[in-house]
Antibody, heavy 116, light 108 residues
Framework: EVQVLESGGGLVQPGGSLRLSCAASGFTFNSYGMSWVRQAPGKGLEWVSGVSGSGDNTWHADSVKGRFTISRDNSKNTVSLQMSSLRVEDTAVYYC?????????WGQGTPVTVSS | EIVLTQSPGTLSLSPGERATLSCRASQSVSSGSLAWYQQKPGQAPRLLIYDGSSRATGIPDRFSGSGSGTDFTLTINRLEPEDFAVYYCQQYGGSPRTFGQGTKVEIK
């Protein structure tokens, strides 16, 4: 059974930092790219960051470039998103997803609220 | 960046009817690299269709995808009560990956 489980969300003040984690199982982890996709309250889906199966290549949306860093550990089947200089507009549910271009497997999401 | 525009914004239909959802891209999506997702309130999105017309594992055959280039369609035949949800298209032919704004299929 495929499982994707996010953790690490919470309330943080503007300018603060937060690290999200994602643990995956039930599929060949290193054969999938992994991404974080977020959804602001009442809004649509936005791709945020992605990492290749090997971990050698990473990509970030312009809206988070220079503030967020994605990484993966294939020995532990985990992905992380380090978020810094957080803004109010980063408030969203953050989903971890296994991808092959399209997003195949999704976690249930972890909420991040940026507020003073 | 490829912008995806979905229409209509909301579709009001009765169970048993057919739903036709449109996704139009601002430029051609290479190799039909387009996916469709279903999202219900409080849940994560679920992959329905990839590569424009291939159904994901476990997706009923009442869901079908078609199209190429800049125009894509998701058709749901004989709507079931569990099909009322928000549907998103997403392209992966260009970078960054982008989503449409969603179409809500609601019970009439």
């Amino acid at each position: 059974e495929v499982q994707v489980l996010e953790s690490g969300g919470g309330l943080v003040q503007p300018g603060g930092s937060l690290r999200l984690s994602c643990a995956a199982s039930g599929f060949t982890f290193n054969s999938y790219g992994m991404s974080w996709v977020r959804q602001a309250p009442g809004k649509g889906l936005e791709w945020v960051s992605g990492v290749s199966g090997s971990g050698d290549n990473t990509w970030h949306a312009d809206s988070v470039k220079g503030r967020f860093t994605i990484s993966r550990d294939n020995s532990k089947n985990t992905v992380s998103l380090q978020m810094s200089s957080l803004r109010v507009e980063d408030t969203a549910v953050y989903y971890c997803a296994a991808q092959r271009g399209y997003f195949h497997y999704w976690g249930q999401g972890t909420p991040v609220t940026v507020s003073s | 960046e490829i912008v995806l525009t979905q229409s209509p914004g909301t579709l009001s239909l009765s169970p048993g009817e057919r739903a036709t959802l449109s996704c139009r891209a601002s430029q051609s999506v290479s190799s039909g690299s387009l996916a469709w997702y279903q999202q219900k309130p409080g849940q994560a999105p679920r992959l329905l269709i990839y590569d424009g017309s291939s159904r994901a594992t476990g997706i009923p055959d009442r869901f079908s995808g078609s199209g190429s280039g800049t125009d894509f369609t998701l058709t749901i035949n004989r709507l079931e009560p569990e099909d009322f949800a928000v549907y998103y298209c997403q392209q992966y032919g260009g970078s960054p990956r982008t989503f449409g704004q969603g179409t809500k299929v609601e019970i009439k």
